[in-house]
């Protein structure tokens, strides 16, 4: 009892927890991750691309689609292997390997296939930090689990805020194809370092437990040799996986298909190109207000009600846009609408660890979020298909309002949490316990 004290003193002297500094590394990671790098940039490059080549800007965005699919694809194999392995032994390989493909980029030749070559591979490297990060936090933190991955969720957007302009400020100084040097370099010159020094997987190798909890002696249970949880079988064969599935892909339909269609959706309802941005961007401020702010209050709060009014505000703002809104009425939507999507990727993360628990949480993490990214796929063609053919957008949007509304209704089936023991066994020479 004497040597466990001692092991957690560190914890009772009010010193800032290490897991904070575990929630700034993973922020890192993820502000020069597939989201910032590849998605956030998209447009920049589209043009330069297209005058380069002469590729036409339907072709270029069949790019975009191919990544996504093979990323959804990827998404629960890597995180199988992010299982097995571990988070380090997924994330540093795919860190490196993501960084010299965007840097490949500045070998890029005429051909549109070799392009569409580069995007899927960027899908396949980019499936597995997301799922690995989510569960490092997620074994740090558990009482304040959904704060932590907002906080390092918002990470994404504090690098989709930075890197599009810093990219078209290099190209339009160097070229686009140093600019792709450029931010592949910064990717593994930053990230590698950083992960790879910091990055410590489970509270328990540095003698700590999660929260920063002091545990007692008479509560340290026998190790089994794997963590609680569900196999990724046995969640495929419970209702909460599929409600789970259904509403993020349906919630995803909707969001991404209008949010990409944003800009020429305001400016034919008359707002000017200049409006039709500062709206983008206010979205999104919106998601990252609504990582933080989603994070926490899942930990107050039931997560599927806490889905539930991020959704219902979804569809709010779909709603404004059916209805022609314009002018503050489309900040307020595109505002709703990123608070939505922000807080719904710490929403999927909180829910597979509290419904299934840790022990294959990458595999269950990934299938649950290909869902989310196969309706991020599928949503802006619809968008595209009902413009083309009604002339406007708003059959679509009253579509999306349904879809958005029906994911709200299979979040209120949800059931409770099940309760998962963390089942460790004591190390005596360090009086703590060691997983």
Avoid at 236 to 260: E, K
Wanted: proline fraction near 4%.
């Amino acid at each position: 009892m004497a040597l466990l004290a001692m092991a957690t003193k560190e914890q009772q002297s009010g010193t800032v927890f290490h897991g904070w500094w575990i929630v700034l590394v993973v922020g890192v990671g993820l502000s020069l991750s597939y989201g910032p790098i590849i998605v956030a940039t998209f447009g920049v490059f589209l043009k330069p691309l297209s005058q380069e080549f002469g590729w036409s800007r339907t072709g270029i965005s069949l790019a975009f689609s191919l990544g996504n699919l093979m990323f959804s694809g990827a998404l629960p194999l890597i995180g199988r292997l992010v299982d097995r392995l571990g988070a380090r032994t997924v994330i540093l390989p795919s860190v490196l390997i993501f960084g010299l493909s965007v840097m490949s980029f500045y070998l890029l030749t005429a051909s549109l296939w070799h392009f569409y070559a580069l995007y899927l591979l960027l899908g396949v490297v980019n499936s597995g930090p997301l799922s690995a990060y989510s569960k490092v936090i997620s074994r740090w933190f558990d009482q304040q689990r959904g704060l932590a991955l907002g906080l390092a969720m918002a990470g994404m957007g504090v690098g989709s805020f930075i890197i599009p302009p810093l990219a078209q400020a290099l190209i339009t100084t160097v070229g686009w194809r140093q600019a792709y040097v450029f931010l592949g370099l910064l990717v593994i010159g930053i990230t590698m370092p950083v992960v790879g020094v910091f990055l410590k997987e489970t509270p328990q190798r540095m003698g700590l437990w999660p929260d920063g909890a002091i545990v007692a002696a008479a509560g340290v249970a026998k190790r089994t040799g794997q963590e609680p949880g569900l196999s990724g079988r046995e969640a495929w064969h419970t209702g909460a996986f599929w409600l789970m599935v259904g509403a993020f892909f349906l919630q995803s339909v909707g969001f991404h298909g209008y949010y990409l269609h944003l800009v020429p959706l305001l400016t034919d309802h008359g707002a000017s190109v200049q409006s039709a941005a500062l709206v983008m961007s206010l979205g999104a401020v919106g998601g990252m207000l609504g990582r933080v702010g989603g994070g926490y209050l899942l930990d107050r709060f039931f997560a599927p009600y806490v889905a539930v009014c991020f959704f219902c505000g979804s569809a709010l703002g779909i709603f404004l846009l059916w209805s022609g809104a314009v002018g503050s009425l489309a900040f307020v939507a595109a505002f709703l609408g990123g608070l939505g999507v922000g807080a719904e990727l710490d929403i999927i993360a909180y829910m597979v660890s509290r419904y299934f628990g840790l022990r294959a949480f990458g595999e269950i993490y990934g299938y649950v979020f290909a869902a989310f990214t196969l309706g991020g796929v599928i949503g802006p063609p619809l968008m595209g298909i009902g413009f083309d053919s009604t002339g406007s957008y708003s059959p679509v949007l009253g579509g999306f309002v349904v879809t958005t509304l029906m994911a709200v209704g299979l979040m209120t089936q949800m059931g409770p949490y099940r309760v998962w023991e963390a089942e460790v066994e004591p190390v005596v020479a360090a009086g703590i316990a060691r997983v």
